[in-house]
């Protein structure tokens, strides 16, 4: 009976661990199935998306201080995937970059547009300098660029990021005016500009930030009254240490938080509105008000009406808002299936672009076509500033830009003001003489200098005369440190004249080639920095200003130098006064044929890239010290481009060609890097050079490369002493 029970027991025993034992297997198989399905997911998105891994990358390259990059890398590379330090993801794309207090110096990166999911972006608290990137980010919520070194001015792109909710820029070298690019920044819910050296007016395009509640501008320069902020639903104001005037606004004055101090505002508080003044814009407006005998009030002064006075049925509004919405629904439809298909076309042009012969490390040439797609992509959505639709519009009506009445920026002077400050346009106050006539330098009574250009009326058409006026307004508007200002105009007494600020320290050419041999000559480091501030206004012409303004006479007689041989560029905007047609080149342009490129030469027809061309051969004139076009030369040597270019990748070669007045003072691979930007800009098709924001980024990277172990007392300035010895560079770069 025991033995019985006991193998019945064992029996029992037996199947309760088999089953056991199943039951475990199961569940083990379970659990690797089910670790499988949740890790697919990963598995399957583990790759970056391509055009944010190739922002991130040019990003790296152009940071210094990598070492706190972790995982970064220049080549290569899954940030998604291998937990790039700051970077998060959601799937492939690329939602946030958050590199705060790294110590990063360096710049920013010219693809920063590319990362189209990017949505939070903080840089703050480093030590980042140069100007803002003009493109930045498009769908972010998030920027934060505060603590660092950032100078010029806010960009244009700010006014296509819709979704932004925060900006801060505080604490930088950031100047000029803030730029009227809010208009559709409806989600900004808190600014911050304090400490920078902004100056002037606050946007009108403030008024349309309808859910901001807080703003702080203190310690800049700001200039004009508050008004605009009247309508805002502000929580916190801090306006203090500028130059604020006129009355507070009472809605600012009952903030909860509003500071003021160090201003010029008038005292007590402000004069009420005027009778029967509509209410501020976005405060709320009731279509409808009683009196108290229940009677309606007449409609309001800005045309709004009650229901009764409307004349359509509540059916027929219904109806008119149903197809509306089924309407634009159908067209939101659209937009996305096209969006979706242009960004499978783009990911497989970047898959299947290859590299072209002559391309360098410092401009990624393998990759050019896809940025300039996604940069186009961006710009299309800049609107352009609000008087250059006023001069559109009026031109469509009037057809003479004589009646325009679009505001011009610049002052208006009289023949006789300038005749004085030219005594009478003397030879001795002639300074320079170009295509459209001459230049001459004007003393005026509180004792400003500038230069006056007295236009040649035979150099324009009488149609051309009708849009001397909308050149100037648009000339007038062009603001970059690089890019002389356009101060005034004349147009009495069929006069044609011009007044820039004046620049006494003579030209790039002048300095190039009629330097005296007991002279100075211009060191390498400060033909570097000069090769850098011009390639900066052309950025600005061609990547930032809407339309693109081409230059079409860029040339080394048009760069101006200033005491410390910061470069500024002359004469933009004056190609608006000539057509761009064969007619130019028999009169405009015929001492610049050593600058003109290939195509311009056959067709007359003149593009942004035929710029940089022109660029590329003033990059030559600063590397040999010779002129573009010089007869007194042997026949194979005349024409600066075609006998430099087959020697810039020959470095034996290229250390014969550099100018002689530099007396050998200059960083080797500083020199090679140099000649490999100017390859990329004297290629003969327009379709190959590269944009100027690639130029002007490979010039930064070369700039932070330079380093000089020694430098002479009488090089403060960028000059060196024609003298056998050498200074000593760190060739190591």
């Known amino acids: 009976m025991f033995c019985e029970q006991n193998g019945a027991l064992k029996q029992e025993a037996s199947s309760m661990a088999a089953l056991s034992l199943s039951s475990i297997r ?7 199935l089910l670790s499988l399905i949740f890790a697919l997911p990963l598995f399957v998105q583990c790759n970056t998306d391509a055009s944010d891994v190739q922002a991130l990358q040019v990003m790296y390259s152009s940071l210094n201080g990598p070492w706190q990059l972790t995982n970064w890398k220049s ?52 030590n980042i300098h140069d100007t803002l ?49 809010f208009a559709n920044l409806a989600h900004l819910s808190s600014l911050d500009l304090s400490f920078n050296n902004f100056s002037g007016d606050l946007p009108s395009s403030f008024g349309s930030l309808s859910n901001l509640t807080s703003l702080y501008v203190q310690n800049n320069q700001m200039t004009g009254s508050l008004d605009v902020l009247s309508g805002l639903p502000l929580a916190s104001l801090n306006v203090a240490n500028n130059h604020f005037s006129g009355w507070i606004p009472r809605e600012l004055i009952s903030l909860p938080t509003f500071i003021s101090d160090g201003n010029s505002f008038d005292n007590g508080p402000a004069p009420p509105p005027p009778p029967y003044n509509p209410p501020p814009p976005g405060r709320f407006r009731s279509n409808r ?47 996305v299936v096209c969006i979706r298909k242009n960004k499978r076309k783009n990911v497989g042009t970047l898959a299947s672009n290859g590299s072209r012969p002559g391309s360098t490390n410092d401009i990624n040439t393998q990759v050019q076509e896809p940025r300039v797609k996604s940069f186009a992509a961006v710009t299309d959505l800049k609107p352009p500033p609000a008087e250059k639709l006023a001069v559109d519009r009026l031109q469509g009506h009037s057809g003479s830009i004589k009646r325009m009445k679009s505001p011009i920026t610049a002052t208006s002077y009289t023949v ?157 905007g004056l190609a608006a006064l000539t057509p761009n047609t ?72 290229l250390a014969k060609m550099v100018d002689p007045t530099l007396n050998g003072m200059y960083p ?42 020694k430098r002479r007392s009488n090089d403060e300035f960028g000059f060196t002493q024609k003298t056998p010895d050498h200074e000593a560079f760190d060739m190591s770069f």
């Open 416 to 572: 006789a003001s300038l005749q004085t400050a030219t005594n009478s346009f003397s030879q001795e106050y002639l300074v320079g003489e170009g295509s459209f006539g001459r230049v001459y330098k004007g003393e005026f009574p509180n004792g400003k200098i500038l230069a006056i250009k007295k236009i040649d009326n035979a150099a324009l058409s009488l149609q051309e005369e009708d849009n001397f006026l909308e050149a100037v307004s648009n000339m007038s508007r062009l603001r970059h440190p690089n890019i002389i200002s356009l101060a005034g105009y004349c147009t009495e007494h069929g006069q044609r004249l011009l007044v820039y600020e004046y620049v006494g320290n003579g030209s790039l050419h002048d300095m190039l080639h009629f330097t005296d041999d007991d002279g100075k000559t211009l060191s390498w480091n400060a033909r570097v920095r000069v090769a850098l501030g011009t390639a900066r206004a052309l950025e600005y012409l061609h990547e930032v200003c809407l339309p693109s303004v081409v230059h079409r006479n860029f040339k080394s007689a048009n760069i101006l130098l200033d005491e410390e041989l910061n470069p500024h560029l002359s004469d933009c």
């Open 289 to 335: 008000s009683r009196s108290a005998s229940g009677a309606h009030t007449p409609p309001s002064s800005n045309g709004e009406s009650s229901d009764s006075d409307n004349g359509l049925s509540v059916g027929a509004v219904v109806g008119i808002i149903l197809g509306s919405t089924f309407l634009v629904l159908i067209a939101l439809l659209c937009i």
């Open 26 to 32: 199961s569940s083990v198989f379970i659990f690797i």
């Open 668 to 709: 080797a691979k500083s020199l090679s890097r140099f000649a490999d930007i100017i390859a990329l800009c004297v290629q003969p098709e327009p379709e190959f050079r590269p944009p100027m924001s690639e130029v002007v980024q490979a010039l930064v990277r070369l700039v932070q490369r330079a380093s000089i172990v």
């Open 133 to 181: 990137p003009y493109q930045l980010p498009p769908n972010i919520t998030s920027l934060n660029l505060a603590r660092n070194n950032f100078s010029g001015n806010l960009p244009y792109s700010l006014s296509t990021m819709a979704s932004l909710a925060y900006l801060n820029v505080s604490h930088n070298s950031i100047s000029q005016s803030v730029g009227d690019v």
């Open 582 to 653: 064969e007619r130019q080149v028999s009169t405009q342009m015929v001492g610049s044929f050593g600058y003109s490129a290939p195509e311009f030469a056959l067709s007359g027809v003149y593009t942004v890239k035929s710029d940089v061309y022109s660029f590329g051969v003033v990059m030559l004139e600063l590397l040999t010290g010779r002129k573009p076009l010089d007869s007194s030369r042997t026949r194979s040597e005349q024409s600066l481009v075609r006998w430099a270019t087959p020697q810039l990748h020959d470095i034996d070669a």
């Open 75 to 126: 080549n290569g590379g899954d940030p998604c995937a291998e937990a790039w330090k700051g970077i998060t993801c959601e799937g492939s794309a690329v939602v946030s970059i958050q590199i705060s207090g790294l110590g990063l110096s360096g710049t920013m990166g010219y693809l920063l547009s590319n990362l189209m999911s990017l949505r939070t972006f903080d840089l703050s608290d480093n």
